[in-house]
């Protein structure tokens, strides 16, 4: 295969059009190629512009060219011979990685996932949108596949990494279209994750790892030095060489239970703020490049004396109830692979300093019973974002997607006078961007679980600073926030583990 960049086709071209795009560089006929990235150029008339691997006749008479001979990284770990253990605590995409890698190695791999397993997860969360009853113990933020699965499994981060080809290809593997290979914005959506998610899951167990379901961690064993050589749970306590610790940001126990056994953890900055929601149709017809599928998408930002931000946007997704602990209310965004609810919503979250709080997690716990508190049920907050900028309440310019209706709650009693002041600034300034946003929009929430309040810190071999053989990781230990991030670090750990700490 060769490497072609810089192929441009038109936006409305298909795959016929790249074909003879290639052929044409090329000046040849090809029996096939494979697309490794796609980008829309926008500045004049818009292009989309690929990079692909094309298989060719007489492949070396390209090289001598010029033309780049495409050599594929090999990224799967070499086997080991181990008789070693390694415990993971917390099936999300950290947990999933470093359990799916350490196993490829050759290493023995037990889970423990506090959560239960997929079909049965998705009929606790539907159970819980259509009746308001919540199980604490499998929900939105609890069990297979961690927080993403109920998500718009958007698969985008800013992080450069060669790993990043390696998660896509593992997703490719168990059901993944190619597409998210090469899309700007690929996601996969919340029905089409459960199914991948479940097949490396099942592919797993017949490979002999060890799946222990519905068994949270509740303690760890420690050596006369501190050092993590197992766990307890409520059915028995198990040895293990290494210590994974994936546990994400919504386990309050777990938090206090490694606090109470002296793991070192600090507290950290983080954002609140809540969902606003559009019509689908008035967020497509306001990009600028509207000509553009990727148009039904935005990213604000607005810097003031603090960042005010939208995050974990969901074209054509619906806004959820994402809580894990009854009488509390934490609103997030979801969509299918189809993205069409016909409503867009975003998380807008402003920053909030760690010298603003004195324990994030009891901090974000009282602003959600704050909010189950004033709605007396699982029912989200909500204003128009016009009423917010003026302090008022009318009722809404439209019904939220949330499936658990909503009660009418002016937001300028949520935030202090301060960051009251950024927020609508930020709106103004959002408002200039897209204009009409403050307007046709709507306001749904609190969002409180953005990314974790605490760091538990590791040293430079990825174990924790004071507990060795226990590695923190992912978004729960604030060494990541989101899928593919945390998905990242679950392979990093993995390394350290595997390559005895020394390149990582
Ligand atoms: C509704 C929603 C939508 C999202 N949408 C996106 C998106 O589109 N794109 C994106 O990139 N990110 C998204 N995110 C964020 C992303 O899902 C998280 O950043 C990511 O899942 C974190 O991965 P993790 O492995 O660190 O932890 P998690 O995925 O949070 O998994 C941690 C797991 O540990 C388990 N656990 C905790 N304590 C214990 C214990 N004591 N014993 C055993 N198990 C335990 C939990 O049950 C949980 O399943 C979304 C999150 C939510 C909630």
């Not at 030095?225 to 386990?251: C, N, P, R």
């Not at 704050?370 to 008022?392: C, H, P, V």
Request: proline share 3%.
């Amino acid at each position: 295969m060769i490497l072609l960049n810089d192929i441009k086709v038109p936006i409305d071209g298909d795959q016929e059009d790249l074909k003879r795009a290639i052929e044409k560089k090329l000046k040849a006929s090809i029996r096939s190629y494979m697309i490794r990235k796609k980008s829309l150029d926008a500045r004049k008339d818009p292009l989309y512009v690929y990079s692909v691997l094309v298989d060719v006749k007489d492949e070396e008479k390209y090289i001598r060219k010029g033309y780049q001979k495409y050599i594929p990284e090999q990224l799967e770990p070499d086997r080991i011979d181990t008789d070693e253990t390694c415990i993971i605590i917390g099936y999300g995409p950290s947990g999933l990685f470093s359990a799916y890698r350490l196993h490829s190695a050759g290493y023995k791999v037990i889970v423990f996932e506090k959560g239960k397993r997929i079909e049965e997860r998705v009929r606790d969360v539907e159970t819980f949108f259509q009746t308001g009853i919540l199980d604490p113990e499998s929900n939105v933020q609890f069990g297979e596949g961690g927080a993403g699965t109920f998500s718009d499994a958007k698969l985008t981060t800013r992080i450069k990494d060669r790993y990043i080809d390696y998660i896509l290809d593992l997703f490719i593997r168990f059901g993944a279209s190619e597409r998210i290979r090469y899309e700007n914005h690929a996601h996969i959506g919340t029905d089409e994750i459960r199914k991948i998610i479940g097949s490396i899951t099942d592919h797993l167990i017949a490979e002999g790892v060890s799946f222990h379901f519905g068994e949270p961690v509740t303690g760890l064993i420690l050596n006369e030095m501190h050092e993590a050589i197992g766990v307890t749970t409520k059915q028995g306590s198990y040895d293990a060489d290494h210590i994974l610790l994936g546990i994400g940001h919504s386990a309050q126990e777990t938090y206090e239970m490694l606090k109470k056994q002296g793991v070192f953890m600090e507290k950290k900055d983080i954002a609140i703020g809540f969902r606003v929601e559009h019509p689908q149709s008035f967020i497509d017809a306001r990009q600028t490049d509207a000509l553009v599928k990727e148009a039904n998408e935005y990213f604000l930002r607005y810097k003031g004396e603090k960042g005010v931000y939208s995050f974990c946007m969901c074209p054509g997704g619906i806004v959820i109830p994402a809580m894990s602990d009854r009488n509390s209310i934490v609103t997030n965004g979801m969509s299918y692979a189809a993205r069409d609810s016909g409503y867009a919503n975003s998380a807008i979250l402003i920053q909030v300093f760690k010298e603003e709080f004195e324990d994030g997690l009891a901090y974000l716990r009282s602003l959600e019973k704050e909010a189950y508190d004033y709605s007396r049920s699982y029912q989200a907050l909500a204003q128009n974002i016009g009423d917010f900028m003026n302090g008022e309440l009318h009722p809404l310019v439209f019904e939220s997607t949330y499936p658990l209706g909503t009660v009418l709650y002016d937001f300028n009693r949520f935030f202090n006078e301060k960051d009251l002041t950024i927020l609508k600034e930020a709106f103004r300034d959002f408002d200039r961007k897209i204009p009409g946003f403050i307007d046709k929009g709507i306001i749904v929430g609190p969002e409180t679980r953005s990314s974790s309040p605490i760091r538990i810190n590791r040293d430079q071999t990825c174990q924790s600073v004071n507990t060795k053989r226990l590695y923190p990781m992912g978004e729960g230990a604030g060494y990541g926030g989101g899928i593919m991030s945390c998905a990242l670090d679950g392979i990093r750990i993995a390394n350290a583990i595997l390559w005895k700490h020394e390149q990582i």
